[in-house]
C-alpha cells in the first residue's frame, strides 16, 4: 500500500556522510525525517573477513511511495560498495506523527 508508513535503517562509515544523506533525503521529501545514533559497532563478513567497523545508523521515516526514489537516491550518494537499506513497515504508531510522515513525504507538495 503506497501510502504505509516504513521506518529504514542504513549504516554510514561516518558522521559526514550520515549527516549528508539525511540532508538530501528530507531535502526531496523523500524522508519526513532521518535520525542519527552515532557510536554503534557492527561484525560482519565483508570479502571472506570477519571484520568490526564503528559506523552511524540512520532511521529514515518515509512512505512505501517513496521508497524508490528514496533508495536510488541513497545508493547515488552512499559511499559504501553495498550499503545496507532495509526498510519496515510501521504496523502500530501515534496516527498524527504518520500523517505528519505522509504530509511531509508528499509528492504533491514538493518544493524542491
Not at 533508495?71 to 532495509?86: G, K, M, S
Request: hydrophobic fraction near 45%.
Amino acid at each position: 500500500m503506497p501510502d504505509t508508513v516504513l521506518l529504514c535503517y542504513c549504516t554510514c562509515p561516518d558522521a559526514d556522510s550520515a549527516r549528508r544523506i539525511a540532508e538530501a533525503l528530507v531535502a526531496k521529501r523523500l524522508a519526513a525525517c532521518v535520525n542519527h545514533l552515532p557510536g554503534i559497532a557492527s561484525t560482519y563478513r565483508w570479502q571472506g573477513q570477519v571484520t568490526t567497523d564503528s559506523e552511524h545508523l540512520l532511521l529514515i521515516k518515509t512512505t512505501a511511495a517513496r521508497f524508490d526514489a528514496l533508495r536510488e537516491r541513497l545508493l547515488a550518494l552512499h559511499p559504501y560498495d553495498l550499503p545496507e537499506l532495509i526498510a519496515v513497515p510501521v504496523a502500530h504508531a501515534h496516527a498524527p506523527y504518520l500523517a505528519w510522515v505522509r504530509e511531509a513525504t508528499g509528492e504533491a507538495s514538493q518544493d524542491c
